[in-house]
């Protein structure tokens, strides 16, 4: 089939919702990577040598449950990511949106450039139950990660960490470990420093049939 053809779509299942769209619009080779976005964005800590750091990260995911991993995506350039192969180790901290000032804030300024951002944006820490990390008291939720590797990805190195330590808010979770939007709201991040704060919006639960 010639390249600027394409395929008939597929006719649609019984029963499944029928866009009345138009056509997606495709661009290939993409002029400009977006869509990524809306997400939550990790609040990042590093130390070595006396020294530390606190990044913000849009780009980040779990990637294993046994043994649990972590992986944060970390510009090159970042005066975090030289901390954190340094150090071995990085706390990965969820942030409410009441605090959506600060994880703003860290993402603007360099700790390279002698800056306090831990004074600056009001981040109170304490120390890692297990590693040299700073752990951030507004958090409520926080990986405590050793590092265990660094793969490239183009213009970023994804940094792995094995979770050894979790720090939490029990009363932002119910029973089943599920944030409570009621008792904690997570900042959602849309890009262009715009947030939102999750759980006011509509809600729905979908049981796939088996």
């Not at 019984?14 to 990790?42: C, E, I, M, N």
């Not at 700073?134 to 213009?155: F, K, N, S």
Request: hydrophobic share 45%.
């Amino acid at each position: 089939m010639p390249e600027h053809e394409q395929a008939a779509a597929p006719a649609p299942r019984a029963g499944a919702p029928q866009s009345a769209g138009a056509p997606l619009r495709v661009a290939a080779p993409p002029d400009r990577f977006f869509g990524y976005y809306p997400g939550t964005v990790a609040v990042v800590t590093t130390a070595h040598a006396g020294e530390r750091n606190v990044m913000s990260a849009g780009w980040h995911t779990a990637l294993s449950a046994e043994p649990p991993l972590y992986g944060v995506a970390f510009g090159r350039t970042r005066h975090s990511h030289g901390l954190a192969l340094a150090g071995g180790a990085m706390g990965v901290h969820f942030l409410p949106f009441e605090r959506a000032d600060a994880i703003a804030g860290v993402g603007s300024v360099s700790g390279r450039d002698g800056v306090d951002k831990f004074a600056r944006f009001g981040l109170a820490i304490t120390p890692g139950a297990v590693l040299d990390v700073p752990i951030l008291r507004d958090a409520y939720l926080a990986y405590e990660c050793r590092v265990t590797g660094v793969h490239a990805t183009g213009d970023h190195d994804l940094v792995v960490g094995e979770v050894l330590a979790i720090h939490h808010r029990p009363e932002a979770f119910d029973a089943r470990r599920l944030l409570d939007p009621g008792r904690v709201r997570a900042a959602v991040y849309y890009g262009r420093s715009l947030f939102e704060a999750l759980g006011s919006g509509e809600r729905a639960v979908h049981v796939p049939d088996r």
